[in-house]
């Protein structure tokens, strides 16, 4: 599992923990809260509470501390492998101090602690990059998507979508989109590989190093597949 997680570079969101750690932390809550979600769901932590309640609980804990993002900056972890041992370790501090406030009341049973994992569990992980990759593929679609708009060229990003994604023939994408035969797959290269631009430039700016992130786009596609 280790190739899921590339080391760190210097990037947009490490300058953001220098200079404006208010950014960077809303920039963590609302990339990084689906894919925890994800992973409390497919993991051992379930049997807590909701994953929504135990992942909100952590980031209130966590990211309001400016040192927690800058300690990850130094980690050489990819941040959504930060973020998941954090998880694991606060959610399980938690249910232990809870476990041992309310004992006398019998509201925590000790065996449901014993089977929480203490570290990070391989199909969770799983479920974590795949939801991380389908939120980074939705937001790089919707640049380019926008840009092509305000470049007047909706119909290049609608027939990238009909072929490429929907895997409608050329032929029939063109009937629908107006553009030519001859120039369909010009304009399905040309949308392509500014999606693969998008793409280079939101996992840049997240900490993947630049000569990781042709592996990590091929990740992504498997996972997406």
């Not at 992980?125 to 790089?140: D, I, K, S």
């Not at 609608?158 to 035969?181: M, N, P, W």
Request: with cysteine.
């Amino acid at each position: 599992m280790s190739n899921l997680f590339p080391t760190t570079h210097a990037t947009w969101l490490l300058t953001q923990v220098e200079s404006n750690p208010l950014a960077a932390r809303d920039h963590v809550m609302s990339h990084y809260f689906e894919p925890l979600c994800a992973y409390v769901r497919a993991s051992s932590l379930r049997v807590l509470g909701d994953p929504d309640e135990l992942v909100n609980d952590f980031f209130a804990a966590r990211l309001t501390d400016p040192q927690y993002l800058a300690r990850w900056s130094t980690s050489g972890l990819a941040l959504r492998r930060w973020l998941v041992n954090g998880l694991i370790t606060h959610t399980r501090n938690r249910a232990l101090a809870e476990s041992r406030r309310r004992s006398t009341l019998g509201t925590m049973d000790p065996e449901i602690l014993a089977r929480v994992a203490v570290s990070a569990e391989t199909g969770a992980l799983l479920a974590l990059e795949r939801a991380w990759a389908m939120r980074t593929m939705v937001e790089a679609h919707d640049r380019v998507r926008s840009e092509f708009d305000a470049d007047g060229k909706s119909a290049w990003w609608e027939l990238f979508r009909l072929h490429s994604v929907q895997g409608l023939g050329y032929a029939d994408a063109c009937k629908v989109t107006g553009i030519t035969l001859a120039n369909a797959s010009h304009v399905n290269r040309v949308v392509a590989t500014r999606l693969r631009d998008a793409l280079r430039t939101l996992l840049e700016r997240d900490g993947i190093r630049p000569d990781e992130i042709d592996c990590e786009l091929g990740l992504m596609q498997d996972l997406l597949e």
